[in-house]
């Protein structure tokens, strides 16, 4: 029988050429972009990118939100733009005027939902035209500070600040799609102003950009029923967990550091939408392999909607090194795209 990795490796070397084709298209697009030829709209305000060179998830929506609640500190009004990945709205969907939710999980899809229920102050909106997400809020909700996630390759909207979150895995594969994880060529991050390293990594490989280094720590463990649990409570415990998400492992290494004993784990598709089927199995388990927790992560357990009564998850939280630094480039961003906007009207 052929191995996993074998018949991976196999696979990459037939998509290999697919590859170059890729990439020659990502490298077309970019500059007819550069050169005008395709148009990038302009927001009335400060936008920011939060995006990434690979599929999958590097945690992004962490930082958004943590960019969010800063910005919302700062006293500037601010809206989130996104595509709302595997949401079923049709055009524009508004997921929070800043003061209730306005959408089901289902509509807007699981990341825009969940940074809805953890912020307040802050609209939320999703659409693939986010250009026109972005006029409808400024309209309708007068917000003057757009955070773009998952915006690094979505160059119609033009932004004053590109933050690219980098894995290992990035660097390493170098590979584009389709054989390699990677949207477009690591040469590209000479666009990005801010890169963030999920994982240590040599600053020498990424040249001169400014490059912090974060790390994502549990924060906190919820039951739906019994409410917040300290994380020493699930030490020593028999867990059965599962998880949806770009890279399901890490969620179970979470857990056993935390001292759970994992009895059992079952990875699923990214953004999965689970069924009775998908749950009954679950519990079945629980029972048969006597468990005492079941638990996801808080991106999964929003999915689960009415079905999430007697599972818990782990809330985490980003951790910037040198965080006051980070703020503050981006404070002075907004400062110098005020300060230019303003000169631009007295010179009318």
Not at 123 to 132: E, G, Q, T
Not at 209 to 236: S, T
Not at 290 to 318: C, H, M, Q, S
Request: overall charge positive; some cysteine; glycine content about 6%.
């Amino acid at each position: 029988m052929v191995s996993e990795e074998i018949f991976e490796s196999k696979i990459t070397h037939i998509l290999y050429p697919f590859s170059f084709l890729y990439e020659a298209l990502v490298k077309v697009r970019l500059s007819l972009y550069k050169k005008g030829l395709l148009t990038q709209h302009i927001l009335p305000g400060f936008v920011i990118s939060v995006g990434n060179l690979s599929v999958g998830g590097t945690g992004k929506t962490p930082l958004v939100i943590k960019i969010a609640e800063w910005a919302k500190q700062k006293g500037y009004k601010v809206g989130i733009l996104s595509r709302g990945y595997k949401g079923n709205y049709k055009d524009m969907l508004l997921v929070s005027d800043g003061k209730r939710l306005k959408s089901s999980v289902f509509s807007s899809g699981d990341e825009p939902y969940l940074m809805a229920r953890k912020l307040r102050e802050v609209v939320i909106c999703v659409s693939k035209d986010r250009a026109k997400a972005g006029k409808f809020i400024s309209k309708m909700h007068n917000v003057d500070f757009f955070i773009l996630d998952d915006g690094f390759q979505h160059l119609r909207l033009k932004r004053d600040l590109d933050i690219v979150l980098l894995s290992k895995r990035d660097i390493i594969s170098k590979r584009v799609l389709p054989s390699g994880p990677l949207r477009e060529p690591l040469s590209h991050l000479k666009r990005a102003d801010v890169l963030i390293a999920t994982e240590k990594i040599d600053p020498s490989l990424i040249g001169e950009k400014r490059l912090f280094f974060a790390q994502y720590v549990p924060k906190r463990l919820f039951f739906p029923e019994k409410g917040e649990a300290c994380l020493d409570f699930l030490r020593g415990k028999r867990v059965i967990a599962f998880a949806g998400i770009a890279r399901p492992e890490r969620f179970k290494e979470t857990l056993e550091r935390l001292g759970a004993k994992v009895v059992f784990f079952k990875r699923f598709p990214d953004h999965h939408w689970f069924s009775e089927k998908d749950l009954a199995e679950i519990f079945s388990l629980k029972k048969r392999l006597r468990a005492e927790l079941i638990l996801t992560t808080e991106k999964d357990w929003v999915r689960l909607v009415d079905k999430n009564k007697d599972i818990g998850y782990i809330e985490v939280k980003l951790c910037l090194e040198k965080e006051d630094e980070f703020f503050a480039l981006i404070e002075n961003a907004y400062t110098r795209k005020k300060d230019t906007c303003q000169s631009n009207q007295l010179d009318r």
